[in-house]
């Protein structure tokens, strides 16, 4: 058994090397811009920063006031159960349109493709606003600020779900003479099915997480009573809503994990079950009136709003302030995603330890829900106690929440890995952290990657919301606007969030291109 | 007398109402090469899986070298596991991964992780890595990622994987199914070599017997068989495949 003499014994600059090196790159440019000075810890803040966490073990348990926070409690999932199932609707349609398997790379895939990279720009806070103009203070509004954006992410991700699975049932059915459509329902759609249950659960986890922040800037819920309780600094009370939203985050994952784990007879019934039952009571409870969506008067204010976005127009601080935003913007979103992949990657690996030190697994994973629990604007508000304001809370605060959804997610896709090579590993000697380096990771890095990446767009849309915090960026800079009742201004700064939206989903896709 | 290097006592694993072995007992010396022979789920990968302990008996007894692996932890029990190598069906290399790691994760029982750690940013292509790799004719191929490989040049890195590890006893789930039969005379020249315990589950009888001492026949998760390879006739084996 020989092979050629010849043998390659040097890597020289692969592809993946040459991105691990553009990274680095980035990320200095991005400590660069960020600027470190002196000048970043603020030492009167902690004592604060500590009386927020000593109030944890007494929260607010009165009456009155648990009451309001269940109340508060059902608004808020009203609001992500209407959000979340319009959503999967414009998400399939969208997501069908967006797969080179269905449509091909022609037409129809490059225009559904630039569409929906403006929905999943605007952040729902960004939405909201803007629809109050036109409905006013209705339900509505938070209804369909979480339905447009995450319509668009959905269409993506199932887009991407479709054209990444394995072809071969679906290529065997097609030469066989099936129709596209039956080819992708009996070939394909089985192999992705689980994924897209479990993405819509956790589409739907989001959707509480944003109906709480939509809350802040007035739609009512739990985000709502945590604003004027953040104001008026009653940590108790504070606490206690935090608790609520754990709560509701936590029972919403408990059933989606069920659902995806079990996937019997029982529990699909059991879940259509409840999803129909909810609808009618989240109509109710939230008091939306869907029929504003097609009247008059509607399309009359939505027609003056749209006449007052357009034609945009710079404001007062011209070009430099735009760009230089739009660049605080992008560190920012880099940094904290950067940041969030790490820790969370370590803490999805450390979730997962079987066997020994079960507590340990708990707490790794009770930690995980909390950070992703608490909306990031309001730990960017919590991290602007001890940094000033500026740059560092609104990573910090990014970054906080992004381990929770990170962590959870590189949990799931660790899980859902191939398991084989690990195992084998185990069996001959390797411990665990070789495990995951020889084994688990290298098999599900694609995965890894794709996730990052698409949390990534997100963090850009999140930025607009710790703006509120003086955190900079084109958040801030909207805001600035608002106040200003600049609305053409506003058009030029979505303008500029979609650019850089577009240049990420360039550069995402091309990645994911090199690494596969 | 010479040591045992692996005694089964007694096993039965069940799944649910499938039973995969049925009271299965063997026992085999140091040294010894020992062909499982019998058709599609007759129990031989069970029986590997059992004695690797990839999979948990649901009663009866393994042990390895005199010892339960899973009444050991820590660097007690990765110390025995690193005596013990694996050939699966190919199906086992982390495919995103160059040739060579897949090869050098042979080393992880004596490796520390932040050397194994380091390995992946600066891999050693060293000789006993060559060494391997030029014994089952892949050398060329050192840096090649592991999926750009067919089915049959994976199964040969599984192998120097494990010529790398240089375990004590080595348990190989159908090493050759997909490798041409040249190549696959050659590589059970290869797992057999030297003084190392060998229980290797054939999917081809014939191959198997020309290189072992010992071949063992299952049959719905039993044993039915037990010979020296050499009492073993052809048509035995040829009875064992027909039901």
Not at chain 1, 271 to 296: C, E, H, K, M, N
Not at chain 1, 433 to 445: C, E, N, S
Not at chain 2, 83 to 112: E, F, T
Request: hydrophobic fraction near 50%; charged fraction near 20%.
């Amino acid at each position: 058994m020989t092979g050629p003499a010849f043998v390659v014994t040097r890597l020289g600059w692969t592809p993946r090397r040459r991105f691990a090196a553009a990274t680095a790159a980035a990320l200095m440019w991005a400590l660069a811009q960020a600027g470190i000075d002196g000048n970043i810890v603020n030492g009167a803040g902690w004592s604060n920063f500590a009386r927020f966490w000593t109030a944890t073990t007494s929260p607010e348990l009165g009456a009155d006031f648990l009451r309001l926070t269940w109340d508060a409690a059902i608004v808020t999932l009203s609001y992500a159960v209407l959000g979340s199932l319009l959503s999967l609707v414009v998400g399939a349609v969208g997501g069908l349109a967006l797969s080179e398997v269905m449509v091909g790379r022609g037409f129809l895939w490059r225009s559904t493709r630039a569409l929906l990279v403006i929905p999943r720009a605007v952040h729902e806070v960004l939405w909201a606003l803007l629809l109050l103009q036109v409905f006013g203070f209705d339900p509505l509004v938070a209804v369909l600020a979480i339905a447009l954006p995450y319509g668009a992410v959905t269409a993506k991700v199932f887009g991407e779900a479709i054209d990444d699975a394995d072809r071969r049932p679906f290529d065997l059915l097609r030469a066989s003479g099936a129709s596209r459509p039956r080819a992708l329902l009996y070939g394909l759609m089985p192999l992705i099915k689980g994924d897209l249950v479990s993405y819509s659960f956790y589409r739907f986890e989001c959707a509480i997480r944003s109906a709480a922040v939509l809350g802040v800037i007035g739609a009512g819920g739990l985000g709502f009573q945590l604003n004027l309780s953040f104001e008026t600094l009653r940590y108790a009370e504070i606490w206690t809503l935090i608790v609520a939203l754990l709560l509701l985050s936590g029972l919403a994952e408990a059933w989606a994990t069920a659902v995806r784990r079990n996937r019997t007879e029982l529990v699909s019934q059991l879940t259509l079950a409840a999803v129909l039952a909810l609808v009618p009571l989240s109509i109710r409870w939230s008091g939306t009136d869907l029929s504003a969506l097609w009247s008059a008067r509607t399309r009359r204010l939505a027609g003056e709003l749209f006449g007052r976005l357009f034609p945009s127009r710079l404001g007062l601080g011209g070009w430099g302030e735009l760009i230089g935003a739009s660049l605080d913007t992008v560190a920012m979103s880099l940094l904290a995603t950067t940041l969030a992949a790490t820790v969370g990657l370590l803490l999805a690996a450390a979730s997962r330890r079987r066997g020994r030190l079960d507590i340990g697994r708990r707490i790794v994973r009770l930690v995980l829900l909390l950070s992703r629990a608490v909306p990031a604007p309001i730990w960017a508000f919590l991290f602007v106690l001890i940094l000033f304001p500026g740059f560092w809370p609104g990573v910090a605060g990014l970054a906080v929440y992004n381990i929770g959804v990170l962590g959870r997610l590189f949990a799931e896709a660790l899980e859902e890995a191939d398991q084989r090579p690990a195992e084998i590993l185990a069996a001959t000697g390797a411990n665990a952290p070789q495990r995951l380096l020889y084994g688990l990771v290298p098999t599900a890095a694609p995965r890894l990657l794709s996730l990052t990446l698409y949390r990534w767009e997100v963090v850009v849309r999140e930025t607009i919301v710790v703006g509120v915090v003086g955190a900079g960026g084109l958040g801030q800079l909207i805001n600035e606007h608002l106040a200003a009742r600049d609305f053409a201004a506003i058009t030029g700064a979505i303008g500029a969030m979609i650019l850089i939206a577009v240049v990420i989903d360039i550069v995402s896709n091309a990645t994911r291109r090199i690494i596969r | 007398m010479t040591a045992a290097a692996v005694t089964v006592s007694h096993a039965a694993l069940r799944y649910g109402p499938i039973t995969a072995l049925d009271q299965v007992s063997l026992s085999v010396t140091e040294g010894q090469k020992v062909a499982l022979v019998g058709p599609s789920g007759a129990g031989k990968s069970s029986l590997l899986d059992v004695i690797s302990r990839r999979v948990v008996l649901t009663t009866g007894n393994v042990r390895v070298f005199d010892q339960d692996v899973t009444a050991l932890t820590g660097r007690a029990e990765r110390a025995l596991r690193g005596r013990v190598g694996i050939v699966a069906q190919g199906l086992d290399l982390a495919l995103p991964l160059r040739v060579i790691h897949n090869v050098n994760a042979g080393r992880l029982g004596r490796w520390s992780t932040a050397r194994a750690a380091w390995s992946l940013v600066r891999p050693s292509t060293d000789h006993a890595v060559r060494g391997a790799l030029g014994q089952v004719g892949l050398e060329h191929r050192i840096l090649a990622r592991t999926d750009e490989l067919s089915g049959g040049e994976r199964q040969r890195v599984a192998i120097a994987r494990v010529m790398l590890q240089d375990p004590e006893l080595v348990l190989a789930d159908e090493p050759t199914a997909s490798v041409d039969p040249k190549l696959a005379d050659e590589m059970m020249a290869l797992l057999c070599r030297g003084g190392r315990t060998l229980i290797v589950s054939a999917h081809d009888p014939h191959l198997a017997r020309r290189h072992v001492d010992r071949v063992v026949g299952m049959r719905n998760g039993q044993i039915v068989l037990d010979e020296a390879s050499s009492n073993v006739t052809d048509t035995q084996l040829a009875d064992f495949y027909d039901e």
